[in-house]
Each structure stands twice: as structure tokens, then as C-alpha cells.
């Protein structure tokens, strides 16, 4: 089992910036890939970026390199770092692990940009 605790999101004009974390805990061996995913309402859950403990990432369409992901794998941590923010990018932000026997997510972080 792994449970995710997200962290970071808040109020942001566009523009601005906002930096989100998720610490994973448990009992596991090892997590093969982190990543954020977001809902906004109304909308599916889309891809927002991805990391594999061996560093290969994976990004969403939308984002023009606004967005960058990092991991520490020794913690167990997973972060976002997001830049130039829009209107656009409000949504819950939603942690997510891949282990070789499951996914699992965290319970969201909102996002708000103000416009």
C-alpha cells in the first residue's frame, strides 16, 4: 500500500507561480513512476507530467514547457514546479504512483488561477 500526501496548491494570479509536493509512505518496494495529473470541473482527468525513478519524463500537450517535474527517489517525493500560470490551469491537482502492482493516488491539492 502507498498513500500519497499532497501539498502546495493555492490562490495564484496568472502569471505567477505555484510549487506543489507529494510524499509518498508505506509499505513498498519501489515506485516505478510519480506524476500529476489534474481535473478541472466539468472536464476528464488529463495528464500533466510524469517521472520514472529512471528519469524518463512525460509532459501534457498543453503545458509549452511551463511545467517542470522533479523527483527524489530516495524519499519518495515527487514535486511540480509551475510557471507562468493561467486561468486555464485551475483544476484539482491529483498526485499519482505506479508501483509494479498498482496505481494509487492522493486526495487532490486545488489550484485556483485568478485572472
Known amino acids: 500500500q502507498v498513500q500519497l500526501v499532497e501539498s502546495g496548491g493555492g490562490l495564484v494570479q496568472a502569471g505567477g507561480s505555484l510549487r506543489l509536493s507529494c510524499a509518498a509512505s508505506g509499505r513498498f518496494v519501489s515506485i516505478s513512476v510519480m506524476g500529476w495529473y489534474r481535473q478541472a470541473p466539468g472536464k476528464q482527468r488529463e495528464l500533466v507530467a510524469t517521472l520514472s525513478s529512471g528519469g524518463s519524463s512525460s509532459y501534457g500537450d498543453f503545458l509549452e514547457g511551463r511545467f517542470t517535474i522533479s523527483r527524489d527517489n530516495a524519499k519518495n517525493t515527487v514535486s511540480l514546479q509551475m510557471n507562468s500560470l493561467k486561468p486555464e490551469d485551475t483544476a484539482l491537482y491529483y498526485c499519482?504512483?505506479?508501483?509494479?502492482?498498482?496505481?494509487?493516488w492522493g486526495q487532490g491539492t486545488q489550484v485556483t488561477v485568478s485572472s
Open positions: 499519482k504512483a505506479t508501483t509494479r502492482y498498482a496505481n494509487y
